[in-house]
C-alpha cells in the first residue's frame, strides 16, 4: 500500500512538471509577439531619438528658438521611460510563472532553456544599452547646442554701439605765400673794368716807363677806373678773375698815388706810400702792402705775381702796356716772368766770377721763391750752372716815369 502510493505521488508531480512545461511554453508563445513589440517599439524610439538629432541640428542651424529645443527633449525622455518600463514587466512575468511552478525532485536533472527564451534575454537587454545611449545622446547634444547659443546673444548684447562719425573739420585756408623776394642784382660785369684798364695803359706806357705828367693833366680815365676799383662787386667773381682784378688794381693804385704825390722822385719819398697810405679796394680798406702779400697772395701762393705788381720803380720788374685777363693770365704771368729772368739788367750773369746776380725781390721774398737758381732756369732759355753763387744787386727805386 504504501509503495502505491508513493508511485501515485510520484506520478502527480511528473504530470504537474509537464503542465507547467506546457504552461511555461503558452507563455513564450504569448509573450513572442509582445517581445516583437517591444523590439519594434525600441526601434522605433531609436528612430525619433536620430529624429530628434537631425532637428537639433537643424535648430542650431537655423538657431531656432529654446521652446522648440525644449519640447524635443521632454518627447525624447519620454519615450525612453516607456521602453525602458516595457523592458522591465517582461522579466516579471517570466518569474511568476517559474515561482508557481513547484520545485522539481533533487534527482531530476533540470531541462535546458529552450533557445527562445535565450534570445529573449538578449533581447531584453539591448534595447536597455541602445535607450540609455539614445537618452543621453539628445541631451549632451542639447546641451552643447544651449553653451554655443547663449555666448553668441550675450556677445551681441555686451557689444558697445559704435561712435558717431564725428564731422570732419573745415579745412583751413593756407595763409597766402608771401611774395618772393625780388632777384638779387647782379654783379655788374668786370669786362668793362678790364677793357678799360688795357686801354688806358697801351696809351700811357711805353718800354716799362709811365707817362705820369699826361695823365696828370688829364686825370678823368684814370679817376673812373679808380671809381671801379674802390665799388667793384667779386661776390660772384672766381678766383682767377680776383687774381686778375688785385694785379690790375695794384698797378692802377700805384699810379695814382704817384700822381696824387706830385710825381715824386721815388716811391720812397712819400711816407708810408707802401704800408700805411689807405685805399679802397672792392668795399674794403686796405694798403698797398696788404693788397699785395694778404689779399692777392692769400687766393694763390703763385711768386709770378712778384713780376707782375709793380712798385713804380725803375728796380721793379717792367711794368707792360696790357691789362691782365682772367682768360689769359696763366700765359700773361708765364710771359712776364720768362722776360724778367731773360732781361741782362735784371738777372746779371758774370761767368768769369760764375755768379749770378739777382734782384733784391728774390731775397726779399726768398720763400716765395723756394731754391732761386730752380726757379730762375725754369724760365730762363740759358741756363745757369747750378755751381754758380747767388747774389743780390742793388735796387733802383727811381720813379719809372718818361
Known sequence: MKKLLFLIGICIVVMSACRST?????EDITHTPTETTSELAVDSSAAIVD???????????????TDDTTTNEKADVGDSKKTASTTEKKPEKVTKAAAAAPAAPKASTPKPKSPEKSRLTADNSAPKSRNTSATSAPKSRNNSSNVSTKPASSSASNTPPKPKATPPAPKKEAPPKPA??????????LDGFFKQTDSFLKKHVRNGLVAYSAIKSNPAELNALIKQVETANLSSANSVTKQAFYINAYNLLVVKSIIDNNIPASPLDVSGFFKSKPHKVAGKSTTLDKLEKTTLFGLKKDARFHFAVVCAAVGCPRLENFAYMPNKLNSQLDKQTK????DATFTQVNKKKKTVYLSKIFEWYSGDFGDLLTFVNKYRSEKIPEKYKVDFYEYNWKTNKQ
Request: net charge neutral.
Open 339 to 342: 722776360r724778367a729772368v731773360n
Open 51 to 65: 529624429s530628434s538629432l537631425t532637428a537639433t541640428n537643424t535648430e542650431e542651424e537655423e538657431m531656432a528658438t
Open 22 to 26: 506546457s504552461n511555461d511554453k503558452k
Open 180 to 189: 618772393p623776394a625780388p632777384p638779387k642784382p647782379k654783379a655788374p660785369s
